[in-house]
């Protein structure tokens, strides 16, 4: 109601918020909050993106969202890994394309 209205939603910790959400598979709320302006390149206390997040737990249609609302692909955490590296890890073949298909339409 509020958004409807003109307020601006901004979010203290949506790294934090953010990454819980794509942990729990919560599509809705991060469209919801991503629809209204929440960064989605917003960062947890490991430098995590919530794309890092949905390619470390293999969530394919969440990593879509993310990256079609903005979400960088070349986003490294604390420990130097980007959301690829962690899809590597994982395995799943869809989700890594994406996000090298990604990292290509970046290039050229």
């Known amino acids: 109601m509020l958004v409807e209205a003109g307020a601006f939603l901004d979010m203290d910790n949506a790294g934090n918020c953010l990454c819980m959400a794509?942990?729990?598979?919560?599509?809705?709320?991060?469209?919801?909050?991503?629809?209204?302006g929440v960064n989605p390149n917003s960062r947890n206390y490991d430098l995590r993106t919530p794309l890092h997040i949905a390619a470390a737990e293999g969530l394919y249609s969440i990593a879509k969202l993310i990256l079609e609302?903005?979400?960088?692909?070349?986003?490294?955490?604390?420990?130097?890994n980007t959301p690829l590296d962690e899809?590597?890890?994982?395995?799943?073949?869809?989700?890594?394309?994406?996000?090298?298909?990604?990292?290509?339409d970046k290039v050229a």
């Open 69 to 80: 609302a903005g979400g960088s692909v070349s986003s490294k955490d604390r420990w130097g």
């Open 87 to 104: 899809a590597r890890v994982g395995g799943s073949k869809k989700l890594i394309k994406i996000l090298e298909d990604a990292i290509s």
């Open 22 to 36: 794509v942990a729990k598979g919560d599509i809705e709320f991060l469209k919801r909050v991503l629809d209204n």
